[in-house]
C-alpha cells in the first residue's frame, strides 16, 4: 500500500512537471535566445563605440597634425624668402639685414627670430635686442649644433633641429637652412641662415594644447627610449593609439594621440546592458505570463465546464474587447466616447481634464523599423501612460498614434499642467527598437472644464484638446499647449480665410504687381518680378505672407500660380505694343505646380518668346524629394525657352551642389543676407563668394532688398549683375509700372 501511495505522488509530481515544462517552454527558449542576443549585441556595442570612438580621435589628430605641418612649412618658407634676399645681396650689412628680416617676418608666423652665419659664423641677427649672445657663434666649434649645422651644408638641404637650446637663452626648434653663391659656373657656400620657432606658439597655433587628447610626438615611427619623444609621453606610443605623421623633404614627425584617460571611457555600455536586459525582460515576462495563462485557461475550461457560466464569461469579454485597444490593452475610441458622454465624476465638484496626446516621427519609426517596430513604441507609450495614471485616471488609446489622457480635479488648471508635463517627459525617455536606441517625443494638447458641466456632453472639450495639440505641433513637437479662447477664435479665423481664399481665386480677386530688376552697371531695366497680392473686399490689399500657407494647405498653391502666370503674360504683351522695353517677365512657382501633370502641355501652349518667361523656385523647396520631378522638368523647361532662376538663395536647406545641377540662370540672394553689407565686411565677403560662384558656372547674380544707394554702389563694385529693391523701385501695378517707365526714359532723353 506504502509503494501504491509513493507511486502515485511521483506520477503526479512528474505529470505536474511535464505539463509545467510545456507551459513554459516557450519561455525558456526566450530567455536563452535573449541572453545571446544581450551578448552579441554587447559585445557589439563595444566595437562600434571603439570604432566611433577611434575615428573621432583620428579626425582631430589629422586636424592637428595638418595645422603643425602647414605652420612649419610656412616658417620653412619664410626663411627661403629671406635666404633668396641674402643670394641676392651677400655683402648686406646688420642694418640691411634687419630692414631685410624684418620684412620677411610675419606677425602670425611662429618665427621668433634669424641669425645669418657667413663662413658657419654668426654674424647677423634679428632682432638684435636679445640675441646679441649668438652672434660670433661658430657652429663648427660649437658641440651641440655642430653635427645639424654641417649636415644642412653636407646635404644642401635644410634642416629642422629640436628642441634646443639657445646660447641666447630657452629653447625651440631651429631650421637652418644653407645659402649658396651662384658665380656664374659653380655655386659657392656662402654659409647657414637660421629661424628660431617659438616653441609654445607652434605648439598653440597647431592645436596641440587646446585639445582633449594625450599626444605625444616623436622624431621616429616607433620609439622606445624617452629622448625620442620630445612632447609627451613615451608610454602613449604603447595605448594603441592613433598614429599619424607630419612629413616635410626636411623630416618627420610621428603623432600618437589617445583620449585622455584611456579608450571606452564615454560608450555608456553600462546602461545598455541594463536597457538592453530591460527590453530581454519585457519580451520573456509576456512570454511566462502567457504560460500562466495557458495553464489558468486549461484550469479555466474545466470549471466552465463544470458550471454553466460560459456565455455570460463570453458576453463579458467581448464587451472588453470593444472597448479596449487589441494592441496595448489601453481602452479605445468607443471607451472614450462613453466616459464623454456619461462621464463618471468622481465628485461634484469635480472638472475632467483631457490631455490629447501625439507622437512626433512615429511614422518615421514605421518607416525605417516596419510595423513591429511601431508596434513596439505603442506599447511602450500605453505602458509609460498606464504608470501615471491614479485611482479615477484612464489613458486611452484612440487610433493610430494618438492617446487620450483623462483625469478629474475640483481645481484642474495646475493639475491638468503638471500631468502635461509628466507625460511629455516621460515620452522623451530613450526606447531600444531591435537593439539600436530611439528617442520618440511626444505633443500635448490640454483642455479642461472651466465648471463642472453636470449632464452636459463634454464632446467640445476633445475638440479643444485637438485644437491645443495642433498648436503645440505647430510650435516645434515635443512640448505640451493649452487650449484658450484664443485659439479658437484663431481656428475659426483660418477657416473662414480658407474658405474666403477659395472664393478670392473664383471671384479674380488676385491681382499681379511687378518689381523691376536693373542692370547693376547701367541701372537700365532688366526684367520684373511678378508679386501675388490678394484684393481683399474687406481687409484691402494683402500680401502674400497672409495667405501662401493657406493656399499651399488647401493645395490650391499650384492655381494660384496659374492665375498669376496669365496675368503677367498678358501685361508683358501689353507692354510690348505699347514699346516698353521689358526683357523679361519673372513669375514664382511652387512644389505642388511643378508636379502637375499637364504642366508642360499648358506652358507650351503659351504664346511667349524664349528667354522672355523666367520661373522662380524657392531655395525652400526640398530639391532632393522633388529630384525625379525636376530631373525631368527643369530641362523641359529650357527646351521651352522658360529661363530657371533660384529664389532666396542663401535661407533654405538646399546644398549649391543641389541648386547648380539644374544649371539655373540667375541666382537671386536673399535681403537678409544683402542688408548687412554696409557694415558688415564678412557679409560683403559672403556676398562676394557667391557671387563668383555665380561666374564660374556663367550664372548671373540678383540681389535683393537693395534698399540704399549705398547697397547699389557695394555690390556694382563686387561684380552683382541684377539689382532689385526699394532703393530702385517698389513693387506696383501694371499701370504705375508704365508709368514708371515713362518718366525713366523721360529722364534718359533729358540727359542725353
Same mark, same amino acid.
Given at each position: ?139 663648427? $666649434? ?12 653636407? $646635404? ?55 585639445? &582633449? ?83 489558468? %485557461? ?16 463570453? %458576453? ?20 472614450? &466616447? ?62 493610430? &498614434? ?79 499647449? $493649452?487650449?484658450?479662447?484664443?485659439? %479658437? ?122 528667354? %522672355? ?6 531655395? $525652400? ?25 533660384? &529664389? ?105
Amino acid at each position: 500500500m506504502k509503494f501504491r501511495r509513493n507511486s502515485k505522488i511521483l506520477s503526479g509530481f512528474a505529470n505536474s512537471a511535464i505539463g509545467h515544462a510545456t507551459a513554459f517552454a516557450p519561455a525558456i527558449f526566450a530567455a536563452t535566445i535573449a541572453v545571446i542576443v544581450v551578448w552579441v549585441a554587447t559585445n557589439w556595442r563595444l566595437e562600434r563605440s571603439l570604432a566611433d570612438e577611434r575615428s573621432v580621435v583620428a579626425s582631430e589628430l589629422a586636424t592637428i597634425s595638418s595645422r603643425l605641418q602647414t605652420n612649419l612649412n610656412s616658417n620653412v618658407k619664410l626663411l627661403q624668402g629671406l635666404a633668396a634676399g641674402i643670394s641676392v645681396n651677400p655683402a648686406m650689412d646688420q642694418n640691411a639685414f634687419s630692414k631685410l628680416a624684418a620684412q620677411i617676418l610675419q606677425p602670425d608666423s611662429q618665427l621668433r627670430s634669424f641669425a645669418a652665419a657667413p663662413g658657419m659664423v654668426v654674424k647677423w641677427v634679428y632682432p638684435e635686442k636679445g640675441n646679441e649672445k649668438a652672434i660670433g657663434l661658430d657652429y663648427r $666649434t660649437n658641440v651641440k649644433q655642430r653635427n645639424d649645422a654641417m649636415l644642412a651644408r653636407n $646635404t644642401h638641404n635644410i634642416v629642422l633641429t629640436g628642441p634646443v637650446e639657445l646660447v641666447q637663452g630657452g629653447v625651440a626648434f631651429v631650421v637652418r637652412c644653407p645659402v649658396y653663391m651662384n658665380d656664374g659656373t659653380s655655386q659657392i657656400f656662402w654659409g647657414l641662415l637660421s629661424g628660431v620657432i617659438d616653441i609654445p606658439r607652434l605648439y598653440q597655433d597647431s592645436g596641440l594644447e587646446s585639445t &582633449d587628447l594625450e599626444i605625444a610626438v616623436s622624431t621616429v615611427p616607433e620609439p622606445n627610449l624617452p629622448k625620442q619623444v620630445f612632447l609627451g609621453d613615451l608610454n602613449t606610443f604603447s595605448k594603441q593609439p592613433v598614429v599619424a605623421s607630419v612629413d616635410m623633404t626636411y623630416g618627420r614627425w610621428t603623432l600618437a594621440a589617445v583620449p585622455k584617460g584611456g579608450w571606452g571611457q564615454n560608450n555608456g555600455i553600462g546602461i545598455f546592458e541594463l536597457y538592453a536586459s530591460l527590453l530581454s525582460l519585457c519580451v520573456v515576462a509576456p512570454i511566462v505570463w502567457v504560460g500562466f495563462l495557458t495553464k489558468s %485557461r486549461q484550469r479555466t475550461i474545466e470549471k466552465l465546464r463544470l458550471h454553466k457560466k460560459k456565455l455570460v464569461r463570453a %458576453r463579458q469579454r467581448l464587451e472588453y474587447l470593444s472597448l479596449h485597444d487589441a494592441l496595448t490593452g489601453l481602452p479605445n475610441r468607443r471607451f472614450v &466616447d462613453q466616459m464623454i458622454s456619461q462621464p463618471p465624476r468622481p465628485g461634484p465638484n469635480d472638472c475632467l481634464i483631457l490631455i490629447h496626446i501625439d507622437l512626433d516621427r512615429f511614422k518615421e519609426i514605421n518607416d525605417t523599423k516596419g510595423h513591429a517596430g511601431g508596434d513596439t513604441v505603442l506599447q511602450s507609450t500605453a505602458s509609460r501612460l498606464a504608470n501615471l495614471t491614479g485611482p479615477n485616471d484612464v489613458a486611452a488609446r484612440i487610433g493610430g &498614434d494618438e492617446f487620450i489622457f483623462a483625469s478629474w480635479s475640483s481645481n484642474p488648471e495646475p493639475k491638468a499642467h503638471m500631468l502635461a508635463q509628466q507625460i511629455v517627459d516621460a515620452l522623451e525617455q530613450t526606447l531600444f527598437i531591435d537593439g539600436s536606441e530611439c528617442v520618440i517625443s511626444a505633443s500635448v494638447g490640454v483642455a479642461w472644464e472651466i465648471e463642472c458641466s453636470g449632464g452636459r456632453d463634454l464632446g467640445q472639450l476633445l475638440l479643444n484638446a485637438d485644437l491645443a495639440l495642433y498648436e503645440a505641433k505647430k510650435a516645434g513637437r515635443g512640448r505640451a499647449a $493649452t487650449f484658450t479662447e484664443e485659439l %479658437r477664435i484663431a481656428a475659426i479665423h483660418s477657416k473662414e480665410l480658407a474658405d474666403e481664399f477659395n472664393h478670392a481665386l473664383d471671384r479674380d480677386e488676385l491681382v499681379a504687381f511687378f518689381q523691376p530688376q536693373f542692370n547693376a552697371d547701367t541701372l537700365e531695366i532688366a526684367g520684373v518680378e511678378t508679386l501675388a497680392r490678394w484684393d481683399h473686399p474687406r481687409k484691402g490689399l494683402l500680401g502674400p505672407d497672409k495667405f501662401l500657407n493657406v493656399a499651399e494647405s488647401l493645395g490650391r498653391s499650384g492655381d494660384m500660380d496659374k492665375l498669376i502666370l496669365q496675368k503677367a503674360l498678358f501685361e508683358l504683351t501689353r507692354w510690348d505694343s505699347l514699346g516698353m522695353r521689358i526683357p523679361r517677365v519673372s513669375v514664382n512657382i511652387s512644389a505642388r505646380r511643378l508636379a502637375e501633370a499637364n504642366l508642360l502641355a499648358e506652358l507650351s501652349a503659351l504664346p511667349v518668346a524664349k528667354g %522672355r518667361l523666367c520661373f522662380e523656385l524657392l531655395e $525652400t523647396i526640398s530639391f532632393d524629394d522633388l529630384q525625379p520631378v525636376l530631373n525631368e522638368i527643369i530641362p523641359a523647361l529650357k527646351e521651352l525657352g522658360i529661363e530657371i532662376e533660384i &529664389d532666396d538663395f542663401g535661407t533654405g536647406h538646399a546644398s549649391i551642389v543641389s541648386l547648380l545641377r539644374f544649371e539655373p540662370r540667375r541666382l537671386k540672394i536673399d535681403r537678409e543676407i544683402i542688408n548687412p553689407i554696409v557694415t558688415s565686411p564678412s557679409q560683403r565677403r559672403l556676398v562676394s563668394s557667391i557671387i563668383e560662384i555665380g561666374r564660374s558656372q556663367n550664372i548671373d547674380i540678383v540681389a535683393e532688398g537693395v534698399e540704399t544707394m549705398e547697397h547699389a554702389k557695394i555690390l556694382k563694385d563686387l561684380g552683382c549683375h541684377l539689382l532689385q529693391g526699394y532703393a530702385l523701385a517698389r513693387p506696383m501695378t501694371s499701370k504705375q509700372l508704365i508709368e514708371f517707365c515713362r518718366v525713366k526714359d523721360e529722364g534718359l532723353t533729358i540727359a542725353g
